[in-house]
């Protein structure tokens, strides 16, 4: 791999990775491996910079997703610098501006530093009799919560009374053959045999525990799996595990 070819700058434990003009499938993998290795020496924060990229791919994005799982893991802040609109989108459909924090302009990230995303807190233990301080809260950010989310066994969706999936997790994606931002806004009833909708409706709206059902692939075929319903949605084939303790949940 050159490293010319994506530029680092450091400063500091903040490195400044410069991206290219067009991202897609003949460089992303060069980048992905750029971005890890930037991050296995030890940055406290990494800055993609994407000031000059009008273009982005779908193997681009997940040059992206790669290199924030491992920064998450390795105690990296990983922070964008977007500033072609469509770009922002390709990112925005994909999920990645609910992971990480994207700035306008390179100065903006460098003066940030580590960006003080407000983390969401588990509830403070009480005092100890002995007077003695609790230890300090741990922090769950919201990308710690998605991450948690993706890395389920089961399928996962999230529906709003209507019906509508508002969340889905990459587990699911797989599942049915759709990318996972396809899955935003189409009805539950989607990923169920035609011949069943009807019925998963009526199941939906009395929210029935326990049944035996069918889902539906992106491109048609139907497989085998059992049905409960609950709020958020676990969705598994009938397989071994199903066996066991199956349920593909379809509603809220």
């Known amino acids: 791999m050159r490293d010319d070819a994506f530029p680092v700058k450091w400063l500091g434990r903040q490195a400044i990775v410069a991206f290219p003009d067009h991202i897609d499938v003949s460089n992303a993998g060069q980048l992905r491996e750029q971005l890890l290795s930037v991050i296995n020496r030890g940055a406290a924060v990494l800055i993609a910079d994407m000031t000059v990229t009008a273009s982005c791919d779908h193997a681009g994005v ?5 290199a924030y799982q491992r ?3 390795s105690g990296t802040q990983l922070t964008l610098v977007v500033t072609a609109p469509l770009v922002r989108r ?4 994909n999920g990645l501006d609910r992971l990480v924090s994207i700035y306008p302009s390179l100065e903006a990230a460098i003066a940030a530093g580590v960006p003080g995303t407000e ?10 009799a002995n007077g003695h301080q609790p230890a300090r809260p741990t922090a769950i950010t919201p990308g710690v919560l998605w991450q948690l989310i993706d890395a ?15 969340l889905a997790n990459q587990r699911v994606a797989e599942m049915f053959g759709y990318e996972q931002a396809e899955l935003i806004g189409r009805p539950v ?28 692939w992106a491109d ?33």
Do not use: K, N
């Open 62 to 66: 997940d040059a992206v997703a790669r």
């Open 71 to 73: 920064a998450l893991v």
């Open 90 to 93: 390709v990112l925005s459909i």
């Open 119 to 128: 983390p969401l807190t588990l509830a403070p233990a009480r005092a100890q």
């Open 152 to 166: 389920l066994g089961d399928g996962l969706v999230l529906t709003g009374d209507d019906g509508e999936i508002v």
């Open 189 to 216: 009833e989607s990923l169920v045999p035609a011949d069943l909708r009807e019925a998963h409706r009526t199941y939906r709206a009395s929210r029935t525990r326990g049944l035996r059902g069918r889902g539906r």
């Open 220 to 252: 048609g075929p139907a497989w085998p799996g059992c049905a409960t319903m609950g709020a958020p949605s676990r969705w598994r084939s009938a397989s071994a595990r199903c066996q066991q303790r199956a349920a593909i949940s379809f509603s809220r």
